[in-house]
């Protein structure tokens, strides 16, 4: 399959890919790195998606299917060293597969066109994990579309891609639309918009019993630390806070959006 083993980490291809790991040099190349058996597979789904495969012995060994299916693809393969793979994967014991990857995202009319049921909006996340975390669970839940606004992480970048476990190439994915210009192309796509926040006047419950989670729906979730800026919770329609029945002072990120997206996503069948 692959040829002869590159063992420097100066190789020009391992530098290059390795140059990915910055978000500067994936917006410029329009290129980003998939590390891992699950992401390779999720991205070899996806026509012309994967670039560039590299791969250590064992790996290709171990991971006969997903080496050959890339090499009958055409996507150049490179064997590389454990050291190599070290210097080019982003985490502690690498699984001996790291793929290139164009980016996926899709402009936001793309997004909302035909009429969304269900919507996930990041604003001002800035958690690497927690965003692809929600946009693994906004998949699961069957969200049409992830939305990164400007003021969130990058979805390429290495942790937020580990963190989807492969669901960045199952839904559309919108990257850096300003909230000012997000909002009314949301409402105009017939999409009430809910803002998720602890101090909402509305709990959870109440907008189920009263119906709002039974209409497309685009929830929004904010920052980790410090939840959403007023500026947007005026925007929404509504503002819903998920109950807290125990003693815990909150829920992270993840789980509350977990807790949203499927409570709409019941709704939504249930209608």
């Known amino acids: 399959m692959a040829g002869r083993e590159l063992s420097s980490t100066r190789s020009p291809r391992v530098k290059a890919a390795r140059r990915l790991a910055k978000r500067a040099f994936r917006r410029r190349e329009n290129r980003f790195l998939a590390e891992g058996p699950q992401a390779v ?29 890339a090499e009958k693809s055409g996507v150049p393969i490179a064997r590389v060293s454990a050291e190599v793979m070290s ?10 597969l790291l793929a ?27 958690d690497p994990g927690n965003a692809g975390t929600v946009l693994r669970t906004a998949d699961a839940a069957g969200s049409d579309s992830v939305i990164f606004t400007d003021a969130s992480v990058d979805p390429y970048n290495g942790k937020c891609v580990r963190a989807s476990a492969g669901s960045l190439f199952h839904l559309p994915v919108v990257m850096g639309p300003r909230f000012d210009v997000l909002i009314p192309a949301l409402k105009q796509a017939g999409l009430t918009v809910v803002a998720a926040d602890g101090a909402g006047e509305s709990s959870l419950d109440t907008a189920l019993d009263a119906g709002t989670l039974d209409r497309p729906t685009a929830w929004v979730f904010g920052n980790e630390a410090w939840g959403l800026p007023e500026e947007i919770l005026t925007a929404v329609d509504e503002v819903v806070r998920v109950p807290i029945y125990g003693a815990a002072e909150s829920l992270n990120l993840a789980t509350a959006a977990a807790v949203c997206l499927y409570t709409s996503a019941r709704a939504h069948r249930a209608g």
């Open 87 to 96: 210097e080019l994967a982003q985490t502690v014991t690498p699984q001996g």
């Open 41 to 69: 597979r999720e991205a070899l789904a996806l026509d012309g998606v994967l670039t560039e495969l590299f791969a250590t012995a064992e790996a290709e060994n171990r991971h006969q299917d997903l080496v050959g299916r």
């Open 100 to 126: 290139v990857c164009k980016f996926v995202d899709v402009p936001l009319e793309s997004a909302l066109s035909p009429a969304p049921r269900l919507v996930t909006v990041l604003a001002h996340v800035r």
